[in-house]
């Protein structure tokens, strides 16, 4: 039997993806042996409904028994089901390896299996907004927002800036972790602040500098973004 799975990125420890349509990959799992394969969606540049059209060609040439994702489109899902393939949408906060996981233990039959830790994203800006700007680097952010990416509400969270840089890094660390945040969306960071962010269950992931906060989440959802580790200056 196999599953596919929306895919922020290209390995289990990847975030199940956001939107069905909207994802640039699925793992494609053999629940035997748990072997998995990538299956990627071609770059689009067409409407929403042709994004989600190229989405289900791709899971459907693998010969899945499901899917599971956040969210999806009515029509997607019903296509889905047409084709003979089961659907399982409101997963969140979790990543691939733990929903398949839990998939094999429970089915994920209830609303409650569905979810783990609430997903919350901070995106370094320079203002107020999704239209904001992003910062040119996480050592020097006095604000970041933080947006729920199934609600697309968002809040301000502000950084004290007296003191020095090293002290400005340890106050936006605690401000992120107080917020609840999982996601961190910078263009720089320092190796030390982001080795800090992976400690406290935060994931750091690196956008262009200037594009607006809204931008960044979309390439997020689309797992355009590459997941910085601890190289000194990551950037795009």
């Not at 540049?45 to 459907?60: C, G, N, W």
């Not at 945040?181 to 956008?207: G, K, S, W």
């Not at 906060?213 to 797992?223: D, I």
Request: proline content about 5%; overall charge negative.
């Amino acid at each position: 039997m196999k599953i596919a799975v929306a895919s922020m990125g290209t390995v289990p420890e990847a975030w199940v993806g956001i939107k069905f349509g909207m994802c640039s990959q699925f793992l494609v799992f053999d629940l035997d042996t748990l072997e998995y394969i990538v299956v990627g969606v071609p770059p689009h540049q067409e409407t929403p409904d042709r994004i989600s059209l190229a989405a289900i060609r791709a899971v459907a040439t693998q010969g899945v028994s499901a899917v599971i994702t956040g969210h999806i489109k009515d029509v997607c899902r019903e296509t889905l089901l047409n084709l003979g393939i089961d659907v399982i949408d409101g997963v969140e906060g979790m990543t691939v390896g733990e929903t398949i996981e839990r998939y094999k233990a429970t089915g994920l039959e209830t609303p409650a299996s569905r979810r783990g830790m609430t997903t919350r994203i901070a995106v370094v800006s320079q203002g107020q907004g999704l239209e904001a700007p992003l910062e040119a680097h996480f050592g020097a952010c006095t604000s970041f927002i933080i947006v729920d990416p199934t609600t697309m509400e968002e809040e301000t969270i502000r950084v004290e800036a007296d003191g020095s840089e090293q002290e400005l890094n340890v106050q936006a660390i605690r401000a992120i972790a107080r917020s609840g945040a999982t996601v961190l969306i910078t263009p720089q960071i320092h190796p030390e602040c982001c080795m800090a962010l992976r400690a406290l269950a935060v994931a750091v992931y690196v956008a262009p500098e200037g594009i607006t906060v809204r931008e960044a989440l979309e390439r997020y959802e689309r797992g355009e973004l590459t997941e910085s580790f601890t190289s000194p200056f990551n950037s795009l």
